[in-house]
């Protein structure tokens, strides 16, 4: 390992892997099912999704040129992305509707990377992405989360073997994949009940004059396409 170049580990990033067994696949798809379905480990395991919303709402404000003044992430699974800019305009609808679709996207992302055989280039941009975000967490629970999701795959990537690194990558897209369904659902139920007043839809509805019905079928469709693409693309139909 002392002995690892940086033109090591930039090939290393860049090649292509041979594709895993098609049990593997599976088992990695069923385990991320009940990683999402079972309440009491959505729980806990929505906490990933959330670093995924959040995530998006601060790489779109970015993006779109607002400054990302800070991302909090907290023990129930909510979240807050701050950013400063032009409180109106398409910047700021683009930024509030990433937060329901990036964990979906993310996830068709990360299939098609796993489509192409780049299970390393997916586990090491994971990590960049997830180390980037680590400076705007500001406050201590979503430091911890944030590092200990990017010290998974770190560790992952530099200490496993090639079947690990594939079980771990595909499970991982899978989660992304499935988990970004249950959210819109959750965030329907609620504003049906009269829940969630503030939610994206509602603040992408005050911005644009669009009802937040149509938001949340927005994120439905964005989130069940992505689950159909990314499914195809990861199974090789």
């Not at 690194?165 to 988990?179: E, N, R």
Request: glycine letters at 12%; a neutral charge; proline letters at 4%.
């Amino acid at each position: 390992m002392g002995n690892t170049s940086i033109a090591d580990v930039w090939d290393s990033v860049f090649a292509t892997q041979p594709d895993p067994e098609q049990w593997l696949v599976i088992a990695a798809g069923v385990v991320a099912l009940l990683a999402v379905l079972p309440h009491g480990v959505w729980r806990l395991s929505r906490n990933a999704v959330t670093i995924a919303h959040e995530g998006g709402h601060g790489l779109v404000a970015l993006l779109s040129g607002r400054q990302l003044d800070g991302i909090r992430l907290h023990s129930d699974t909510s979240g807050l992305t701050v950013s400063r800019g032009k409180p109106t305009g398409i910047g700021m609808v683009l930024t509030a509707a990433a937060g329901y679709t990036a964990p979906s996207l993310l996830g068709l992302g990360g299939a098609w990377l796993l489509a192409a055989n780049h299970i390393t280039m997916l586990l090491w941009g994971a990590t960049a992405l997830l180390v980037a975000m680590l400076v705007m967490i500001r406050n201590a629970y979503g430091v911890v989360t944030v590092f200990v999701a990017g010290g998974a795959f770190l560790l992952v990537s530099w200490l496993t073997d090639p079947e690990v690194q594939a079980a771990f990558a595909y499970g991982v897209v899978w989660f992304l994949l499935l988990g970004g369904v249950r959210p819109v659902f959750e965030l329907q139920g609620k504003r049906r009940r009269g829940g969630a007043p503030d939610s994206d839809a509602d603040q992408l509805s005050r911005l644009t004059q669009i009802p937040a019905a149509f938001w949340l079928l927005l994120f439905h469709l964005v989130s069940l396409a992505s689950l159909l693409a990314g499914g195809r693309w990861l199974l090789s139909l």
